[in-house]
């Protein structure tokens, strides 16, 4: 079955420490993208990427960055600058196309900065 | 002023209730219109998109009213397992950026 995978679904890290969200798709869609949720809140874009080997900041690039190496692969590293790291990450892809796309999501990771 | 905003609720109806949400955007520019569907601790799955010339599936009704700027969703005959949080995603439109902006949602308690 095609899907999205981000792994692992839930992770405790004390201060300081980067960690890396991993997020791979097999539904040989183009466009790849990171959100962020926190509680009560809305998906936050944090970086996008329209085709292997390029991508863009969302609106709250600061403290993240990503690689675009494969298309099936755009893993997120929440580094020591993101001064309040623990949310609900999700990563989607899509076919993108002016307008903009139906988005598939996979299930989320969900970071404790302890 | 947000560039999608909805009324966050909740709303507390009973089962059978017809109930709308509506949300506002920013850019007069925006191109596509989608409302998402998100359970609670999960991840946001596509529930209808919005065409310009309003429609419909099932119980569920979707309108888009570019010269007020705002998207409405319509659910009839409500169910318990209509609960969530609905997500309203607008392609804001600005140049070259391909992806979505999501307002806050709207949530959605169906009672017995």
């Known amino acids: 079955d095609g899907g999205i995978t981000q792994s692992p679904k839930y992770l405790f890290r004390k201060e300081g420490q980067n960690v890396t969200l991993s997020c791979e798709q097999n539904?040989?869609?183009?466009?790849m993208y990171w959100y962020r949720q926190d509680p009560g809140q809305g998906l936050r874009l944090i970086y996008y990427?329209?085709?292997?080997?390029?991508?863009q900041k969302g609106d709250i690039a600061e403290g993240y960055s990503v690689s675009r190496e494969k298309k099936e692969s755009f893993p997120l590293t929440v580094t020591s600058a993101q001064k309040n790291p623990t949310a609900f990450y999700l990563c989607a892809s899509s076919t993108p196309r002016e307008g903009g796309g139906e988005l598939f999501f996979g299930e989320g990771s969900r970071l404790t900065v302890l | 002023r947000k560039e999608v905003e909805q009324d966050p609720g909740p709303f507390n109806v009973p089962e059978g209730a017809t109930v709308a949400f509506n949300c506002t955007y920013s850019?007069?520019?925006?191109?596509?219109f989608f409302w998402y569907r998100q359970d609670c601790r999960k991840e946001p799955k596509l529930l209808m998109s919005?065409?310009?010339s309003g429609n419909e599936d099932g119980r569920f009704t979707a309108q888009l009213n570019r010269a007020s700027q705002y998207i409405s969703l319509l659910i009839r005959d409500s169910k318990l397992s209509d609960s969530a949080t609905y997500l309203c995603v607008v392609n804001l439109g600005s140049t070259g950026r391909r992806a979505l902006t999501f307002g806050s949602g709207t949530r959605l308690q169906v009672q017995p």
């Open positions: 850019n007069s520019a925006s191109q596509s």
């Open positions: 919005v065409y310009s």
């Open positions: 539904l040989n869609h183009d466009a």
């Open positions: 990427s329209q085709i292997v080997n390029d991508f």
